[in-house]
């Protein structure tokens, strides 16, 4: 699974996660880039907030060494994409939180290609190996394509062969131990679930 997201805070998204890692017998890998900081409205920004969430999230899943989280301070993530298995696509606005997904004025796109090679959806692939290419900052010619395209190959690169150029650094807790209570988990849920 490879989500690019902008804030993940959600804890019903980590519980998930936390799941389907624990089922026995799981080859799951998960490699989650996010932004470093979050946005910069000067009115409402709350870094050590945003932190204390995104710990909150991420604090039972980097224990997991199938679990690779990066963020990218070469510049703000705004993405929402969600890759699963190189076959199906989520992208669009919404963020991955209840907020995002039930009442903000937000857009997805569902994707299955009906392109298949070699097992995987060709849009999936090629979106999930350009992307690691940007960020890894890796020219895309034939050989780093195909050595992308590999998602084993590519895993073992984003584990252990960051070139220089890499704009991704692993994430690194901050702001572990506050008090602070982030309202974005609060939010009431509009639809009475």
């Known amino acids: 699974i490879y989500i690019e997201e902008q ?25 989650i880039v996010i932004s470093d900081n979050c946005e910069d409205f000067r009115a409402i920004a709350d870094q050590p907030g945003y932190d204390r969430a995104r710990f909150l999230f ?29 076959v199906f696509v989520n992208i669009g606005s919404a963020n991955m939180n209840r907020r995002g997904l039930t009442h903000d004025a937000e857009i997805n796109a569902f994707v299955l ?26 020219p895309l010619t034939a050989s780093s394509y195909a050595e992308l395209n590999d998602v084993g190959r590519a895993l073992d690169i984003l584990r252990h062969k960051r070139p220089p150029t ?28």
């Open 113 to 138: 290609d009906g392109r298949v090679e070699e097992g995987a959806r060709k849009l999936a692939r090629d979106l999930r190996t350009r992307l690691w290419a940007e960020h890894l900052g890796m």
């Open 166 to 193: 890499s704009k991704l650094l692993p994430y690194t807790t901050r702001n572990p131990g506050s008090d602070y209570t982030f309202q974005w988990t609060n939010v009431a849920d509009p639809l009475g679930f």
């Open 58 to 86: 991420l604090k039972d899943l980097i224990t997991d060494a199938r679990v690779q989280v990066f963020s990218i301070k070469a510049y703000y993530l705004h993405s929402k994409v969600t890759i699963i298995d190189d």
């Open 7 to 31: 804030y993940l805070a959600a804890p019903m998204l980590r519980d998930v996660l936390r799941a389907a890692l624990a089922k026995p017998g799981s080859t799951l890998d998960v490699v």
